[in-house]
C-alpha cells in the first residue's frame, strides 16, 4: 500500500505539464534515434544527455527515461520495415516482421509491435511499483564487503554472458577496471596512473568513454556499412492496426513475455537483446505452428517486443536499488544520475522518493504517449529511416563533441573521446564486447572503495568477504555465473549422448 | 596471426606494463603504505592470467588445426581505416580549433569535411548548408536556450 501512496505523489510529479512535455520530446527522440540503423538506446541518452544538464534532477530523469523507452519502441521499426535493427534488442523482431513487410503486411507488423512493447512497458512498470521498495530496503543490509561482493558479481555476470570468446568479455572487465584507477586516489591522495598529466588527476569521467564508445565507435564502423548502399522503405501505408485474429493471436504471448522480460532485464549483464531472444524461442517452442515463425509469424513479433520493453525496465531496478547498473543504458543514466550529484543506492529510495516516483509515474505516461505517437504516426516517423546516413553519422559526430564538451567545459576531453573512440572501434575488430568495459569504468571506484573500507574495518583480514550469508550467497553466484558456460554446455552434451544412445 | 593471438600478446603486455606501474606507485603517507597499490596489482595479476589464457587458447585451437573463420580470422584492417584516419585527424585539428575559432566556425569545418568525407566532394556545396546550418542551431540551442556554454567565435555576435 505505501507504494501506491508513493506512486500517486509520483503522478502529481509526473503530470506536471512541463514534465509531460519532457517525455513527450525524449520519447520521440528516442524514437527517431533508436529507428536509426546502429544507433540503439544507450547512444540515443548518451548523444541526448547534454540536453538534460541545465534541467532539475526530476526532469532530467523523466526527458532519459522517455528517450531510453522511445529507442526501445523505435528499435524494431527499422527491423521490421528495412531488416536492418537499430540495436541488438531489435533483432528478434525482424525475424517475423520484415516477412510480414514483405507479405504486405507492414501495418499490422508495426500496429503489433508498438501494442506489445505499450503492454509489455506497462506491466513491467506495474512490476517494478511492487519489488522496488522491498529490493532499496534488503539493501541497506549491505556493508562494504557485501557490496564489493555484488559488484564482483555483477561484472563477472556481465563478462561471462558476452557471446562468443568470454575470456574476452573478461579482457573487457578488467581493461574498464583499469581506467577507472586512473586519478588521484580517493583515500591517500597518492596519484596513480596519471602520467604526469595534470588534466587525468581528476579521473577519466566515464561519461566520456561511454559516449566515446558508443558514439564514435559506432560512426568508425559505419564507414562500411554507408559503401554498402541503402535499401528502400515502404513509405506509404493503410491504416496501421491488427485484426481480431492477429491479436488473439498475440496476447497471450505479449503477456508471457512480459514478466520473463522484466526478470531477465533485472539481472545484470542479461539485457534486452537476451530477453527478446528468450521470449521468441519460448513462443516457438510453445506455439502449436511453429512452422510459420520465420515466416511472418505476428507473434513472432508480439513477443520479444514485449519483452524488450519490459526488460528496459527491469533494468532500471538493481541501477536504481543498488547503483548497480545491468545494461549499457541504464549505464549512462546513473552516469547521468551522478551528475545531478545523486547516488544511485538503497538510500535514494529514502532521500529523493519524490524524484524516483516521478520517473515511474512517467513511465506509465510516457509508454502511453509513445503508443499514441508510434502507431497513428509511425507512417510518418519512418520517413527518417530514408535520411541517409552519411547526413547522419557526422551529424552524431558532432552532438558526441558537444557531450563531451558540456560534461567538463574543457577540450582536454576532446582528446579522450577520440582515443575511446578508437579503442571502442579496435575493440569491435578484434571481438571484444565493450559492454563489460563499460559497465566496470562505472563502477570501478565504488568497487574497489568497498573493497578498502571492508579491508579497513576488518583490520586486513580478507575473511570478512566471506563472513555474513549475503556476502557468501553473494560469491556463489558469482562462481556459478562463471562457470555457468561449461555448465551449460556440460549438460547439452549430456542431453545429446542420452539422445545417441 | 590470428586476431585472437594477437589480442593475446597486445593486452599481455598491457597487463605487464601496469603490474610494473603499479609496483611503482608511491606509498600513502596515511593509513597502511601499500594499499593503494592492492586493488591495481590485482587487476594487473588479473589481465596478465586472462591473457596468458587467450594465448593458450590460441595455440591449442591451432595445434587442432581448426579452419580459420570468424574469430581466428586473420588480423586486417579494412579499406575504412583511410576514412577512420582521416576522421581522428579531423577531430584533432578540430580540438585545437574549439576554443580558439570558436564553436560555429571549427564545428562548421569539423562537421562539413566529415559530410563531403561521407558524401563525397561533388556534394559539397549541400554538405557546407547543412554543416552551417548545424552548428549555428546547435550553438543557439545550448547557448542560448539551454545555457550550456560554448566558446563563442571572435569578431561575429555570435
Known sequence: ?501 | MSISLLTGLVTFILGMSYTLAAVHLPAASVGRANEPKIFPLALGALMIILSISLIGQELVKKGQKEKSTGDNAVFKFDTNLKNISLTVLNALVYSFLFAKAGYVISTFLFTGLELVLFSGIKKWKSCAVIALSFSLVIYILFNKLLGVYLPATPFIWI
Request: hydrophobic letters at 55%; aromatic letters at 10%; proline letters at 5%.
Open chain 1, 1 to 501: 500500500m505505501e507504494s501506491l501512496s508513493l506512486l500517486l505523489h509520483g503522478f502529481t510529479v509526473a503530470l506536471e505539464p512541463m514534465n509531460i512535455m519532457w517525455v513527450t520530446i525524449g520519447g520521440v527522440l528516442g524514437t527517431v534515434i533508436g529507428m536509426l540503423p546502429g544507433l540503439g538506446p544507450a547512444t540515443g541518452v548518451a548523444v541526448l544527455l547534454p540536453l538534460t544538464f541545465t534541467m532539475g534532477p526530476v526532469a532530467a530523469l523523466i526527458t532519459m527515461g522517455g528517450v531510453y523507452y522511445g529507442a526501445m519502441f523505435g528499435g524494431s521499426r527499422a527491423s521490421i520495415l528495412i531488416n536492418t535493427p537499430g540495436d541488438g534488442a531489435a533483432v528478434a523482431a525482424t525475424f517475423d516482421g520484415y516477412p510480414m513487410t514483405l507479405k504486405g503486411k507492414a501495418e499490422a507488423a508495426l500496429a503489433i509491435s508498438a501494442i506489445a512493447s505499450f503492454i509489455g512497458g506497462v506491466l513491467a512498470t506495474v512490476i517494478m511499483v511492487f519489488i522496488s521498495v522491498p529490493v532499496a530496503r534488503f539493501a541497506i543490509k549491505f556493508g562494504p564487503a557485501e557490496y564489493f561482493q555484488l559488484f564482483v558479481f555483477a561484472l563477472a555476470a556481465t563478462a561471462s554472458m558476452t557471446e562468443g570468446n568470454r575470456i574476452k568479455g573478461f579482457i573487457s572487465m578488467t581493461l574498464g577496471l583499469m581506467i577507472a584507477t586512473i586519478g588521484i586516489d580517493g583515500q591517500s591522495g597518492v596519484k596513480r596512473f596519471t602520467l604526469g598529466i595534470l588534466e587525468l588527476e581528476s579521473g577519466i569521467d566515464f561519461l566520456i568513454v561511454i559516449i566515446a564508445v558508443y558514439a564514435l565507435g559506432e560512426v568508425f564502423k559505419s564507414f562500411k556499412n554507408i559503401a554498402e548502399g541503402k535499401k528502400k522503405v515502404q513509405k506509404d501505408f493503410g491504416r496501421i492496426w491488427i485484426s481480431m485474429k492477429e491479436w488473439k493471436r498475440s496476447v497471450w504471448p505479449i503477456l508471457r513475455s512480459s514478466p520473463l522480460g522484466f526478470f531477465i532485464g533485472a539481472l545484470p549483464g542479461a539485457g534486452g537483446t537476451m530477453a527478446a531472444l528468450m521470449a521468441y524461442n519460448n513462443e516457438k517452442q510453445m506455439s502449436k505452428h511453429p512452422e510459420e515463425f520465420g515466416e511472418g509469424a505476428i507473434e513472432g513479433v508480439a513477443a520479444p517486443e514485449a519483452a524488450n520493453n519490459a526488460a528496459s525496465v527491469g533494468a532500471m531496478i538493481p541501477m536504481l536499488t543498488l547503483g548497480i547498473p545491468g545494461s549499457g543504458t541504464t549505464a549512462v543514466m546513473m552516469g547521468a544520475l551522478l551528475m545531478l550529484g545523486l547516488q544511485p543506492g538503497p538510500l535514494l529510495f529514502q532521500q529523493q522518493s519524490t524524484i524516483i516516483w516521478g520517473l515511474i509515474a512517467s513511465m506509465f505516461i510516457g509508454n502511453i504517449i509513445l503508443a499514441v505517437v508510434n502507431i497513428p504516426l509511425a507512417g510518418a516517423l519512418v520517413r527518417v529511416l530514408s535520411v541517409p546516413p552519411r547526413i547522419l553519422y557526422p551529424i552524431v559526430l558532432g552532438l558526441s563533441f558537444v557531450g563531451a564538451f558540456a560534461i567538463s567545459y574543457s577540450v582536454m576531453d576532446f582528446y579522450l573521446l577520440i582515443l575511446f573512440g578508437v579503442m571502442g572501434f579496435v575493440m569491435g575488430k578484434v571481438n571484444i564486447p565493450a559492454t563489460p568495459m563499460i559497465l566496470a569504468v562505472i563502477v570501478g571506484n565504488n568497487m574497489e572503495q568497498s573493497f578498502r573500507r571492508a579491508y579497513k574495518i576488518a583490520d586486513g583480514d580478507l575473511g570478512i568477504f566471506f563472513r555474513s550469508p549475503i556476502s557468501l550467497v553473494l560469491f556463489i553466484l558469482t562462481i556459478v555465473s562463471i562457470l555457468y558456460p561449461f555448465i551449460k554446455a556440460a549438460v547439452v552434451k549430456g542431453k545429446a549422448k542420452k539422445t545417441a544412445s
